[in-house]
Structures are given as structure tokens and as C-alpha cells.
């Protein structure tokens, strides 16, 4: 049974940091590139990062998150992370974990994360 369940959630205030984990189970993540997605209310999910499936490539960022967001992961534990600084009320949303291998790709259920001012 494939599995990707996201932690670490909640609520902050702006300025403040938060590290998201997604555990992965149920399929050979290490053949997978993990992606970071974020869906604000009444906006579409957007692509906030992503990192290849050994975590040697350039890492990717949506300009919004640049600098202030890192992603990486741990495949000996089968677990990516979203490590989130300097939070903004508009990064609020529900953030998803993703897992990409061609066309296969699993999601999360999501973890809410709100900012506020």
C-alpha cells in the first residue's frame, strides 16, 4: 500500500520557521523525485520545490520561496523535507508532498500550515 504522509504543520507567526517531513512507504523512493506542492484557499496548488530522486541535482524552487525554503531528503529513512524560514502570511496553505517517477506519481494528504501576521 503506497503511502506518502506529511507532519510538522501548523500555526506560526511571520518571521517564524517550520520543518515539513513526507514519509514514504509502500513503493522504492530513492526511484523517485519528491516534490513540495501548496494549495492556498480559492488558489490553485502551486509547485514550491523539488529535488531529484538521489538528491544530487540541482534542487528546484518557485521564485516566491527562493532563499527562504530548503528541500531535501533522506532515503535511508524513505523521508523528504520542506525546511521553511522567514514565514509570510501569504505562504499559508495546505502543503502536499508528492512523488514522481515518469508517469507514476503518489500525493500526500497534506499538511496545513498557516502564517499569521
Known amino acids: 500500500q503506497v503511502q506518502l504522509v506529511e507532519s510538522g504543520g501548523g500555526l506560526v507567526q511571520s518571521g517564524e520557521a517550520l520543518t515539513l517531513s513526507c514519509v514514504a512507504s509502500?513503493?522504492?523512493?530513492?526511484?523517485?523525485?519528491i516534490q513540495w506542492h501548496r494549495q492556498a484557499p480559492g488558489k490553485e496548488r502551486e509547485l514550491v520545490a523539488g529535488i531529484s530522486s538521489n538528491g544530487n541535482g540541482h534542487n528546484l524552487y518557485a521564485d516566491s520561496v527562493k532563499g527562504r525554503f530548503i528541500i531535501s531528503r533522506d532515503n535511508t529513512k524513505n523521508t523528504a523535507f520542506l525546511q521553511m524560514s522567514s514565514l509570510k502570511p501569504e505562504d499559508t496553505a495546505v502543503y502536499y508532498c508528492k512523488a514522481i517517477m515518469g508517469r507514476s506519481a503518489y500525493w500526500g494528504q497534506g499538511t496545513q500550515v498557516t502564517v499569521s501576521a
Open positions: 509502500g513503493f522504492t523512493f530513492d526511484h523517485y523525485a
